[in-house]
């Protein structure tokens, strides 16, 4: 079966400092993955998706930046935090086709100080 | 574009009343829509999806959503609400053209609380 993992699932940063969320899927090859930032009461905002190794596409200009280096990992960065990017970070992964579901990681909450 | 709406961001029943979370969508081409549910603390994850092989969707845990196209609507039910159900139900909707991704909008989500 296919798992996602993304770690830390909490992180307290400074505004400035530098940021490295991580995820990876077990048990599929090739899949979709996303990075999505949630907003309380405003559902979720795409940030970045990857059809592939070294293949990324940003929905919305940023702070942040994204890769992806292996097939099933996918690494959300940042040089400079700002306090804007506090929020509830979430990896997910599909498989190639409009029908098919997302699957979601439990999610980093990233809170700036 | 594609957009969905969720009406009502709080929803109240009583232990073992019918759920009914409403959505609503609006799509220039046949739809693929999904529910997802989410846990504090936790990612969404998947109840059911609609992707034109019947009407009347059927997922976990007893939740069950019906396509009305008439009504562009989606609304996700279920028969007799446990304690467990208390979470936040997102609407979802999945636009064919999108190429070689799932370009997925989000509803704004809808807390659903069971009083015991």
């Given amino acids: 079966s296919q798992t996602i993992h993304q770690w830390p699932a909490t992180l307290v940063q400074p505004v400035g400092s530098p940021l490295s969320l991580e ?15 949630q907003a309380a009461g405003r559902g979720l905002q795409l940030l970045f998706y ?22 099933r990992q996918f690494i959300l960065s940042s040089k400079k935090l700002l ?5 509830f970070y979430l990896c997910a992964w599909g ?14 909450r990233l809170s700036i100080l | 574009a594609q957009s969905v709406t969720q009406l009502g961001s709080h929803v109240s029943v009583s232990e073992g009343a019918l759920v009914l ?3 609503n969508y609006s799509s220039s081409v046949p739809p693929y829509l999904f529910w997802y549910v ?11 999806k609609y992707t034109s092989a019947a009407t009347l969707v059927k997922g976990i845990n ?12 989606f609304h ?23 190429g070689g991704y799932q370009k997925v909008t989000f509803g704004t989500g809808t807390k659903l609380q069971v009083i015991p």
């Avoid at chain 2, 989410?38 to 059911?48: A, E, S």
């Fill in chain 1, 23 to 37: 995820c990876t899927v077990e048990g599929t090859s090739n899949p979709n993955l996303y990075w999505y930032r």
């Fill in chain 1, 50 to 71: 990857s059809v592939g190794i070294g293949q990324i596409s940003s929905e919305v200009p940023q702070n942040l930046s994204a890769s992806r280096p292996q097939d």
């Fill in chain 1, 83 to 87: 306090l804007s990017d506090s929020g």
């Fill in chain 1, 95 to 108: 498989r190639a086709g409009h029908n098919q579901p997302q699957h979601f990681g439990d999610g980093t």
């Fill in chain 2, 21 to 23: 979370l409403r959505c």
């Fill in chain 2, 38 to 48: 989410q846990y504090p603390n936790q990612g969404l994850q998947l109840l059911l």
């Fill in chain 2, 62 to 73: 007893d939740f069950e959503a019906e396509f009305k196209k008439s009504e562009t609507s």
């Fill in chain 2, 76 to 98: 996700l039910t279920k028969p007799s609400a446990h304690m467990s159900d208390a979470a936040e139900y997102f609407c979802a909707v999945s636009d064919p053209r999108s």
